[in-house]
């Protein structure tokens, strides 16, 4: 997982800005892209942001093949017209539903090029230890960078489907109950059912940056 937060632990603005990030600092996740199969955001971020998802900001040395996108995305709300539709022919790119997204619109989406996974009952949410099963069996996406938001980023560790996480400090103070923070969802009751780290690594960079490497205490990092 990796995620740029301020001070305070926010990942966007109330209004859902999240240019939070130096270009220094994209241009380390543009490096971290070009080591993994798949990069995996929710529909969130996808309609606030309208991201790309590519590698822009360096040159990946093993391979130029762009890492598949993967959107979790429960009712197929992905918009026809957005960045990710619209590259969908050039770059690989999955999304993953529930019984719940319609018919036709998924139709619509195989005809720009994007590919399916039904995982998940109507009315609930992706089933994601099911997708990132058929993601290794059925795609042969083995290493995902998870680039948020905040609710995927609850899903994620709720489920322990973790091994590392890397965040960036920005020196901001963001503020404000509504805006949104590196981990959403319900969160955990108590502490000693929270989700163990282990800091593996700390760089300061010259802007005040500070990026941080955790390891998930409770997995084996092979
Ligand atoms: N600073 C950063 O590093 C960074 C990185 C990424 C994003 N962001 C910011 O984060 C904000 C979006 O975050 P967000 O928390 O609102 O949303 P999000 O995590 O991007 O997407 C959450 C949505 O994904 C869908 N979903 C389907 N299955 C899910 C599951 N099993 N678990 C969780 N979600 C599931 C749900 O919508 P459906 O029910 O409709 O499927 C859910 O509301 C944006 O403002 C973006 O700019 C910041």
Aim: hydrophobic share 40%.
């Amino acid at each position: 997982m990796n995620a740029a937060i301020s001070v305070d632990g926010k990942i966007s603005t109330r209004k859902g800005d999240s240019r939070i990030s130096s270009y220094l600092d994209i241009k380390r996740v543009h490096k971290l892209r070009c080591n993994v199969d798949g990069i995996l955001v929710g529909i969130s971020t996808v309609i606030k942001d309208d991201p790309l998802l590519n590698i822009r900001f360096t040159e990946c040395m093993s391979t130029n093949k762009n890492p598949v996108r993967i959107v979790i995305d429960s009712k197929a709300r992905i918009p026809m017209e957005s960045n990710i539709v619209k590259t969908a022919k050039d770059i690989e790119t999955i999304i993953a539903v529930t019984k719940s997204a319609p018919k036709n619109k998924l139709d619509e989406l195989r005809e720009k090029n994007l590919k399916i996974i039904i995982s998940g009952e109507h009315g609930k949410k992706v089933n994601l230890i099911d997708v990132f099963k058929q993601l290794e069996s059925k795609f042969e996406i083995k290493k995902i960078l998870v680039e948020g938001g905040g609710e995927i980023n609850w899903s994620i560790v709720k489920n322990n489907l973790f091994d590392e996480l890397i965040i960036t400090i920005s020196p901001l103070v963001i503020g404000g109950r509504k805006s949104i923070t590196l981990i959403e969802g319900k969160g955990f009751d108590k502490i000693k059912e929270c989700a163990k780290l282990e800091l593996s690594k700390i760089f300061k960079k010259n802007n005040g940056e500070i990026v941080i490497y955790y390891k998930n205490a409770t997995k084996t990092i092979l």
